[in-house]
């Protein structure tokens, strides 16, 4: 006969418990392992390619085709959506959030127009897509880690992100203030190619835009293309802070010029261009 205690040794371990559904989630939105990592890659390539989708159809609004395609996004999005609210650590707190309400939006502009059979009802809030790649601050972290060229240009990518998203959603007000009422804009690119000769400040004048919320709109994408538009460009190309260790204190950002470290005034060696 077997004793008690033996037959406990010979038994197997204990399976560990399957991970739940919201760790699982969790680790995939937020983890930085390889699967992770492939998973939220997936997410950012999904984002822009659904980005430059809804560009492209502006040329197409008509296409009985995208009555299907809508429905398909509208059911992928949901989902993420939905997951992303169910592993959030404090639902109120992200529903309340400028980048969710957007994702609502968006998703509203695809179902809406299926119930309404009025395929342009809210169509231009698919737009707002674009704030998808706003989220990417966490994919930034897992890319500080993997990618060294990541570290060293940060702030240009983090400028060229906050570039894209103000462009982007400028030109969805443009388009919607003016789409059907001026003949000079009949799609997404034409609202583009108005924005960015307006931010620029070069005024072709080939397109201007018509009524009296046309001339107050383009007067407030003047004043921001001088105020915020170009520093944007500016901060691209020649960031306003560059990262030198200092030797004495540790303070890793400076001025481009900096002789002396801020904080402790100690000498410092900062590489540039020339050197």
């Known amino acids: ?15 560990a418990p399957p991970p739940s559904l919201r760790a699982g989630l969790r680790d995939l939105y937020y983890g930085a392992d390889r699967r992770a990592a492939r998973f939220q890659y997936g997410l950012l390539l999904f984002d822009v390619a659904t980005i430059l989708f809804f560009l492209v159809v502006t040329f197409v609004a008509d296409a009985p085709w995208l009555i ?17 609210l169910y592993i959030a650590p404090r639902p109120g707190t992200f529903l309340a959030h400028w980048v969710t309400i957007a994702d ?3 998703i ?28 990417s601050y966490h994919l930034f972290g897992m890319l500080r880690r993997r990618h060294k060229w990541v570290q060293e240009h940060e702030d240009a990518l983090q400028s060229a992100i906050h570039m894209v998203l103000f ?8 388009y919607v203030q003016q789409f059907g009422r001026n003949p000079a804009i009949g799609s997404y690119v034409d609202a583009l190619y108005y924005t960015v000769a307006t931010l620029t400040t070069t005024g072709f004048g080939d397109i201007t835009l018509v009524g009296e919320g046309g001339k107050l709109l383009s007067v407030l994408i003047m004043i921001v293309g001088i105020a915020l538009f ?10 306003a802070k ?29 590489p540039n261009e020339g050197d």
């Open 242 to 270: 560059v990262k030198h260790r200092c030797p004495e204190c540790g303070l890793i950002r400076h001025d481009p010029d900096a002789v002396h470290c801020k904080h402790c005034g100690e000498v410092l060696d900062i």
């Open 1 to 15: 006969m077997t004793a008690a205690g033996d037959v406990a040794e010979d038994s197997p371990p204990p399976e």
């Open 108 to 135: 509203l502009s695809l179902i809406v127009p299926l119930l309404t059979e009025n395929y342009t009802t809210l169509a231009f809030l698919r737009v707002l897509r674009a704030v998808r790649l706003a989220r």
């Open 68 to 84: 299907y395609a809508d429905l398909v996004l509208a059911v992928v999005l949901s989902l993420d959506f939905a997951a992303r």
């Open 230 to 239: 170009v520093r944007l460009v500016q901060t691209i190309f020649r960031p």
């Open 167 to 174: 462009l982007f959603v400028t030109t969805a007000i443009v």
């Open 104 to 106: 609502l939006l968006v």
